[in-house]
């Protein structure tokens, strides 16, 4: 029930695309959902993160779909560029603890 | 922004030997830290709590012996890895929480013991 599946592991979009990446859970006590950005040999760093009391985020091209209803969300990379290429994580955490289960993780590589 | 800072990036060292990664957060105070450890193409394992001025929290199978974490002040975390064996060649990476819930994660510490 702690888990967070994340889906593809890998994904590959010609540029100008539009990138998605889908993640769900079970802990209905989940009530934070960031999305990692990790180039390698690096830390992850942090895009975008949602509260299950809105149902989309945006920020620039990156944006944070959630259905609480069915425990999913999403990230949406719009106009996929080259230098998007990276591994994205989804995580969620609940409420007291800065303890992050983390998603398996998605390759995301975008083509010239 | 909040900005950790992990040092050093890439460590190399003999086997029995022991190896010690610092954790700053640089702008600001941190009083929990999280030591995370990363296989090629895995996502991140959390490996222990790090609460300024008391002991670590260390998860499910994680040796306390082994991977000793000190939260000497509210900026500072170190992670020693003691006699460093081959298989505990990997990416090592820390994380700080400035306010609410985002955390904000160091550049990673890639150790490599022969």
């Known amino acids: 029930q702690q888990q967070v599946k994340q889906s593809p592991q890998s994904l590959i979009v010609q540029k100008g695309g539009i990138s998605i990446i889908n993640c769900a859970y079970e802990?209905?006590?989940?009530?934070?959902f960031p999305w990692y950005q990790q180039f390698p040999g690096k830390g992850p760093a942090l895009l975008i993160a949602i509260r299950p009391d809105v149902s989309e985020k945006k920020e620039g091209r990156f944006t944070i779909s959630f259905n609480k209803s069915a425990k999913q969300f999403s990230l949406h990379i719009m106009d996929s560029q080259p230098g998007d290429s990276a591994t994205y994580f989804c995580a969620a955490s609940t409420s007291g603890t800065y303890k992050y289960i983390f998603g398996t993780g998605t390759r995301l590589k975008v083509l010239a | 922004g909040a900005v950790v800072s992990q040092h050093p990036s890439w460590v190399i060292c003999k086997s029995g030997t022991s190896v010690k990664i610092e954790c700053r957060s640089l702008d600001f105070q941190a009083t929990t830290m999280f030591w995370y450890r990363q296989f090629p193409k895995q996502s991140l394992m959390l490996m222990a709590t790090?609460?300024?001025?008391?002991?670590?929290?260390?998860e499910q199978g994680v040796e306390k012996d082994k991977f000793l974490i000190n939260h000497a002040s509210l900026t500072l975390s170190t992670l020693t890895v003691t006699s460093a064996h081959p298989e505990d060649s990997s990416f090592y990476i820390c994380?700080?929480?400035?306010?609410?819930?985002?955390?904000?994660f160091g550049s990673g510490t890639q150790l490599s013991v022969l």
């Open positions: 790090s609460n300024e001025g008391s002991k670590a929290t260390y």
């Open positions: 994380s700080a929480s400035r306010t609410g819930r985002k955390l904000f």
């Open positions: 802990n209905t006590a989940f009530d934070y």
